[in-house]
């Protein structure tokens, strides 16, 4: 078993900067791909960003890249995805996800944040 959190997100203006954090404990983070998706009110979940176990492999959906940076740290079992240039569509809950192999779909994913909402006003 993989236990995510999420952390850091909040209120911010458009143009604004936010980095998440998701922690992981239970089995070796090193060995898990990552992966961020976003979901906005009345919308289906999105796929945002992925880092493979190594950090030498990273996708990015279009419409943030540019703009987020996935990346991750093993000594502290924690992923992030700083997010720069952020716009109101960018609002939505962010979830976290840890999976044996990258993946843009939700569904090639195993464990799950509980997620951290992303406000960004106009």
């Known amino acids: 078993q993989v236990r995510l959190v999420e952390s850091g997100g909040g209120l911010v203006q458009a143009g604004g900067s936010l980095r998440l954090s998701c922690a992981a404990s239970?089995?070796?983070?090193?060995?898990?791909?990552m992966g961020w998706f976003r979901q906005a009110p009345g919308k289906e979940r999105e796929f945002v960003a992925a880092i493979n176990w190594s950090g030498t492999g990273t996708w990015y959906a279009d419409s943030v890249k540019g703009r987020f940076t996935i990346s991750r740290d093993d000594a502290k079992n924690t992923v992030y995805l700083q997010m720069n240039s952020l716009k109101p569509d960018d609002t939505a809950i962010y979830y976290c996800?840890?999976?044996?192999?990258?993946?843009?779909?939700?569904?090639?994913?195993?464990?799950w944040g509980q997620g951290a909402q992303v406000t960004v006003s106009s």
């Open positions: 239970g089995r070796t983070f090193s060995s898990f791909a």
């Open positions: 996800a840890a999976s044996t192999y990258p993946s843009t779909r939700s569904t090639g994913y195993d464990y």
